[in-house]
């Protein structure tokens, strides 16, 4: 899961573990506006194995607001916050791969979502201050699986803007967007157990913590586990009367 586009905070900081880039091979959808789950498209136009099926998603103009943060794409320009977010060793220190030491990496990450956001590969916003202007942190949607109405949510923030309530913001508002305009049933988060301040973010959101995933990952040599969070369509609505 995007311990990428999965998101784990890290160290006191918030993040559920994302994919930097797009797994090889990842799935494309074609387009469609609106994006819905609805819709899906012959496996031969998408170059895929023929039991498979993709939704067809747009995501390239999407923008959702908050009253302090605007959640937009990726551009060119942002690489230089993004190197920052994934350079920190503090707040990688729960994530799914190293601390970037090549500011390259921000720019393939970025190329990646050029390619995937107008097929539906996954979808990553970055979280864009709108008192300064600064990108501060990230959050995504990825693995869409199409026949179960599910997908992996991923995020991290900006060291300097933890303790803020901005990714509990973000991710309202992304969450809201998922199960609604989307129409997904399931959400799930993949985070470290030992970051505890990642998993205080999915219960304030209603997640329910379903299991622990032992050894799952290892990273520089460390190995961690994974605990396994979702939450329902349901369960969001109903949170919200």
């Keep these: 899961m995007e311990r990428q586009c999965h998101g784990q905070l890290g160290g006191n900081g918030i993040a559920a573990r994302i994919l930097p880039r797009s797994p090889p091979g ?48 990726l551009r060119p320009d942002d690489a230089p916050a993004v190197f920052a977010l994934f350079s920190d060793p503090v707040a990688m220190r729960h994530w799914s791969s190293p601390p970037w030491a090549d500011p390259a990496e921000a720019a393939a990450l970025i190329a990646d979502d ?39 949510l991923g995020y991290m923030l900006l060291r300097s803007a933890w303790g803020q309530g901005l990714m509990h913001e973000a991710l309202q508002a992304l969450l809201g967007y998922g199960f609604g305009v ?41 190995v961690s586990h994974t605990a396994l969070h979702g939450l329902l369509q349901r369960e969001w609505l109903a949170q919200r009367g």
């Design 26 to 73: 990842e799935a494309r959808a074609t387009r469609l506006n609106p994006p819905q789950f609805g819709a899906s498209v012959p496996c031969a136009r998408l170059g895929l194995p023929p039991d498979e099926t993709r939704t067809v998603f747009d995501f390239t103009q999407l923008a959702l607001a908050t009253p302090r943060l605007h959640l937009r794409p």
């Design 114 to 152: 050029l390619l995937a956001l107008p097929v539906g590969g996954h979808l990553r916003l970055a979280l864009q201050r709108r008192a300064d202007g600064q990108v501060v942190g990230l959050v995504s949607l990825f693995a869409f699986h199409l026949a179960s109405r599910r997908a992996e």
């Design 182 to 222: 989307l129409g997904l049933n399931r959400v799930e988060a993949d985070i470290d157990p030992d970051n505890t301040a990642s998993a205080r973010t999915l219960q304030r959101l209603g997640f329910t913590a379903e299991g622990l995933l032992r050894e799952r990952w290892i990273v520089a040599g460390r």
